[in-house]
């Protein structure tokens, strides 16, 4: 069975900080997506990464797939409370398809003002 | 708008009593899913749906069961709902670059 290991799994922060999540696994992907979830709703895709070493910028998060395709990083400059959220990565397999994602457990980011 | 709906948002219900979460999609997409969300457990697939009358089992598919007849609608079925089946669920529908989801039935059996 393929997993996705994230770390931390609870992260609280004061505003203005950076950090880095980290989602990794033992198994190698096609493309591994990070997906923002807040209270009351569904997941909501941030990012698709695919090519191994790839590096994908969305205004102040970075998005980092390892090369060897089995591990991925979301880094979060100057944080805000707007970032606050559950962060969950998902994975494609090789021979899978996008309706077969394989989720991690989450981040549960807090940052306070 | 794209978008995935669900309904009920909420549910309340006893045990053994049969319920229906519909699932629509207006996005005439082929893959349709299931999720349930539980604390420490993540997201987990329960069935999914590569097309009309095309239904496979995900990760944890007892208890469970799934129609789709039409492409937009993809309903989740409880024949006999017990305790642990209180969870977070989520449908979603994908297209070849990202899953969709909607926003989510909280379903509380006692």
């Known amino acids: 069975t393929q997993l996705l290991e994230q770390s931390p799994q609870f992260l609280s922060i004061q505003e203005g900080e950076n950090l880095t999540v980290y989602c990794n696994s033992s198994?190698?992907?096609?493309?591994l997506q990070w997906y923002r979830q807040e209270p009351g709703e569904g997941p909501v895709l941030l990012v698709t990464v695919v090519t191994g070493g790839e590096v994908k910028k969305l205004k102040r998060l970075t998005f980092q797939f390892g090369d060897a395709r089995k591990d991925s990083s979301l880094h979060i400059t100057a944080a805000q409370p707007g970032d606050t959220g559950l962060y969950l990565c998902a994975g494609v397999s090789y021979g899978g398809s996008q309706g077969n994602l394989i989720f991690g457990k989450g981040t549960k980011l807090s940052v306070k003002p | 708008e794209a978008q995935v709906t669900q309904n009920p948002r909420y549910l309340i219900t006893v045990t053994g009593k049969k319920l229906t979460v519909t699932c629509s999609q207006n996005m005439n997409h082929e893959y349709m899913s299931w999720y349930r969300q539980d604390p420490g457990l993540g997201l987990r697939q329960i069935y999914y749906s590569m097309n009309v009358e095309v239904t496979d089992k995900g990760d944890v598919p007892e208890g469970y069961k799934v129609s789709r007849k039409e492409k937009r609608n993809f309903p989740l079925i409880l024949e006999s709902p017990s305790p642990n089946q209180t969870s977070l669920y989520f449908c979603a529908s994908s297209s070849p670059h990202q899953q969709y989801f909607g926003p989510g039935t909280r379903l509380t059996v006692t």
């Open positions: 198994s190698v992907f096609s493309s």
